[in-house]
Nanobody, 122 residues
Framework: QVPLVESGGGSVQTGGSLRLSCAAS????????MGWFRQAPGKEREGVAS???????SYTDSVKGRFTISQDEAKNVMYLQLSSLKPEDTAMYYC????????????????WGRGTQVTVSS
């Protein structure tokens, strides 16, 4: 079973919205931290939002107030609602899972999905 599968990316104009989904395997969904990262062309992968196993959430400053991370535990699905999108949000968005700790820096023990592309035009 594929551990993480993203969907929901697309192309929108500035100010638009998208909802990304991450379907997790039963095993991966029990990890201590689930989250979303993104990587724009020529840039390093960066953390965007984290969802702790106790339900707490956190966001990087650039997306606070615009992005919302959530989950449907019954379905083992995590979401990222993207609103008020800007061209600088254009990137490949990745779902990630990690044991023990959340971080906004990619680590060797992160489990990754294959990504879904988000493109925001001005």
């Amino acid at each position: 079973q594929v551990p993480l599968v993203e969907s929901g990316g697309g192309s929108v104009q500035t100010g638009g919205s998208l909802r990304l989904s991450c379907a997790a395997s039963e095993y991966t969904y029990r990890f201590d931290c689930m989250g979303w990262f993104r990587q724009a062309p020529g840039k390093e992968r960066e953390g965007v939002a984290s969802l702790y196993s106790d339900g707490r959430t956190s966001y990087t400053d650039s997306v606070k107030g615009r992005f919302t991370i959530s989950q449907d535990e019954a379905k083992n699905v995590m979401y990222l609602q993207l609103s008020s999108l800007k061209p600088e949000d254009t990137a490949m968005y990745y779902c990630a899972a990690r044991r023990n700790v959340c971080s906004y820096t990619p680590a060797s023990d992160h489990v990754w999905g294959r990504g879904t592309q988000v493109t925001v035009s001005s």
